[in-house]
């Protein structure tokens, strides 16, 4: 029998990693790319090129699948449930997926569920800001990533910005209060649809102007209890919600020894690229097996840590080395494992990920840290 041909919406970097599993387990895919060239496209020959705002291209790209997941949250709510009901299983569907495309909506789904979240509104004008309480954090409820659409709001006229924004966008805003937090965590767990479920380990980030710099896992001097906590809370919200596939519940990591639930992702994840090398099933191998309803791959990690740092985009397009760093980079670390994305350059861009395993902490860091630096162009001429 043949395998089914898998239906993946969105043509970036998480859409270009999910095709190396689904080639080596034989599962073919069929891409719906937004430009010619695009990351995911330069590997997943099955495409075409098209808005997924547009109903009857969705529709072209999914005709013969009986399955569609996604490589972002974007794709309308309403567009999702025409797909369902033409047939297609939709993972994940859209009642669990619009808890990740809406704030606010998931804000007073995890109240419900009485999963700890910061303090929070919807607020509608700066005298509603004034009444929740400045300073606080303002986050537009639909189509913030990687530090778009947040503001950090200390008085009145910090606020201008957001609310300009949210008319121009026609979005809500959502303020949420400013979290005093000892470090950020990440709780990944994968679902299928016959309620199999499996969490990776707790992961510390180190984030910057809202994107994620690096990954430590598991995440260093993070108490069992506290930890299990975190994976309980994941592993409930995925279950409450119905997701199907990966699920990434960002949390902050709070002084007192608690934690906050920030974001949720309903896709494979930033703070999980260390899966796949550093863990037995890497979470796009485990997102395929979870929304074509396969029994899921065991979590567990191949090495007592591993560290995953991004490569960013240097401050003008002639700077960073890519393709000509591996002859530095590998030659310095044969065990260094490097992940580029094929993006053009731009200033801050995520184009590439490292990650570097072993038994020691300190020497896993130097090792990642130095290798992007160095595809970052960041080390000048240094030869050793």
């Not at 043509?11 to 073919?28: K, S, T, V």
């Not at 300073?135 to 639909?142: E, H, N, Q, S």
């Not at 969490?199 to 930890?227: K, M, N, R």
Request: proline residues 6%.
């Amino acid at each position: 029998m043949h395998a089914p041909t898998l239906a993946v919406i969105g043509g970036g970097q998480l859409a270009r990693m999910m095709a190396e599993p689904a080639a080596a387990m034989g599962i073919p895919l069929r891409l719906l790319a937004e430009a010619e060239g695009v990351s995911a496209a330069q590997v997943v020959p099955d495409h075409l090129v098209g808005d997924y705002r547009d109903l009857a291209t969705l529709r072209r790209a999914t005709a013969g699948c009986p399955v569609v997941t996604f490589d972002h949250e974007h794709v309308p709510t309403g567009h999702l449930y025409a797909l369902a009901d033409d047939g297609i299983a939709v993972h994940p569907g859209p009642e669990a997926l619009v808890h990740a495309q809406d704030k606010a909506v998931m804000r007073e789904a995890l109240g419900r569920l009485g999963v700890p979240c910061p303090r929070n509104a919807v607020v509608a004008s700066v005298a509603d800001v004034e009444r929740f309480g400045l300073p606080c954090v303002l986050k537009t409820t639909r189509g913030g990533y990687d530090g778009k659409g947040v503001w950090f709001v200390r008085s009145v006229e910090d606020c201008a910005d957001a609310f300009t924004a949210a008319e121009a966008s026609g979005v809500r805003i959502l303020a949420e209060e400013l979290v005093e937090f000892r470090r950020e965590l990440s709780a990944l767990v994968v679902r299928s649809p016959s309620g199999q479920a499996a969490a990776y380990p707790v992961v510390a980030s180190t984030q910057q102007d809202g994107i994620c710099l690096e990954v430590v896992a598991p995440a260093p001097d993070l108490p069992e209890a506290l930890a299990g906590r975190a994976q309980e809370i994941a592993l409930r919200i995925a279950g409450a919600l119905d997701v199907v596939g990966v699920l990434a519940v960002e949390l902050f990591e709070t002084a007192d020894g608690e934690v906050l639930v920030n974001e949720l992702a309903m896709r494979p994840h930033n703070t999980g690229h260390w899966t796949q090398d550093g863990a037995v099933t890497s979470q796009f191998e485990n997102h395929l097996r979870a929304v074509l309803d396969l029994p899921l791959g065991s979590p567990a990690p191949r090495a007592r840590w591993t560290v995953m740092v991004n490569i960013l985009g240097g401050p003008d397009e002639s700077v960073g080395r890519l393709y000509d760093g591996y002859p530095h980079a590998l030659a310095r670390d044969p065990f260094l494992r490097v992940h580029l994305y094929g993006k053009d350059l731009r200033p801050g861009r995520k184009v590439g990920h490292v990650n570097a395993y072993g038994d020691d902490l300190d020497d896993c860091l130097e090792r990642a840290r130095h290798a992007a630096a160095w595809f970052r162009g960041d080390l000048g001429d240094e030869s050793e």
